[in-house]
């Protein structure tokens, strides 16, 4: 059951064992924040602090995108534009061929997208519970839980791709709520698709906005990398773009990744983090993981 606003703290968030909500001292907690601005405010001040090694996982991961992405992207620039003077059925073929290498590859993608967010989120989370934001450390805690993102996003896939044959909108709906997939696979070992939907509509005027701003973002990336898309397509020119202006085109798209990976993933943390305190006793407390001593020997 979720608790009153009377019950938290004056920041509007869960803090364990804390001062009265009245005293001067109650802390400020890094990722939980009562309204939008202060989810913003949180959000862009863990960028600052984690936007260089953020980003160096990111372009390490962008590699592999690249290289996937590219030579996919020439081969379907080529097989668009041999199709409009197409006169037999191979050549046709052979454009529905390079269409689901397309996808498989736009998949490939996005898989190593969401497991730089995997890495990046513990680098917010470092930051957050006052730890130096080390890859190694963020890759320590969250390289376990990668097997468990592929087999969450496989299913964000089938669902996700139902609700789009059933109607536009409910996969709009379906890709906002499961933004968060990430972080929860990160912070909640065995909870996945119906834990973003739990957290997300229990305060749904706060969760829809945070996670409707990130959607907007990631959709004014893809209207950059669609601008692109438009001026190399074979489809509305005479001849073949080329491998110049494809593999242009294929880099812009993953270096678009890049930039959501960096900017966005603080948002993201602070949006599940927003949820979750919304839904149960929860601040960035909970994160620190005690130190373990050993009993002393005896004497």
Request: aromatic residues 8%; charged residues 10%; positive net charge.
């Amino acid at each position: 059951m979720r608790r009153g606003w009377a019950d938290l703290d004056g920041n509007g968030h869960y803090w364990p064992s804390q001062p009265s909500p009245a005293s001067p001292t109650t802390p400020v907690d890094p990722l939980i924040s009562p309204d939008f601005t202060g989810w913003w405010q949180r959000g862009t001040t863990l960028m600052t602090r984690i936007w260089r090694p953020a980003l160096a996982v990111n372009l390490v991961a962008a590699v592999p995108m690249a290289l996937v992405a590219v030579p996919v992207q020439i081969t379907i620039n080529h097989e668009l534009a041999s199709l409009r003077t197409a006169t037999r059925l191979a050549e046709v073929t052979g454009a529905l061929t390079a269409t689901g290498l397309m996808l498989a590859s736009t998949l490939v993608t996005f898989l190593l997208h969401v497991i730089a967010v995997l890495i990046t989120a513990q680098l917010v989370i470092l930051v957050a519970t006052g730890r130096p934001p080390g890859i190694r450390a963020a890759l320590a805690t969250s390289v376990r839980r990668i097997p468990a993102l592929i087999g969450w996003n496989a299913v964000t896939a089938v669902l996700t791709g139902a609700a789009f044959l059933c109607c536009v909108l409910p996969a709009f709906y379906f890709a906002v709520v499961l933004l968060v997939l990430p972080v929860v696979v990160l912070l909640e070992p065995g909870r996945g698709v119906g834990r973003c939907f739990q957290i997300f509509h229990v305060d749904f005027g706060a969760s829809a906005t945070r996670a409707g701003t990130l959607f907007g973002l990631g959709m004014a990336c893809e209207s950059l990398a669609s601008v692109a898309d438009f001026l190399t397509d074979p489809s509305i020119g005479l001849t073949d773009p080329g491998p110049i202006l494809s593999t242009f085109q294929a880099v812009l798209s993953v270096l678009l990744y890049v930039v959501y990976g960096v900017l966005g993933t603080p948002l993201l943390v602070t949006a599940y983090a927003d949820m979750r305190a919304r839904t149960e006793p929860f601040s960035t407390a909970h994160l620190i993981t005690p130190p373990t001593t050993r009993p002393a020997p005896p004497s």
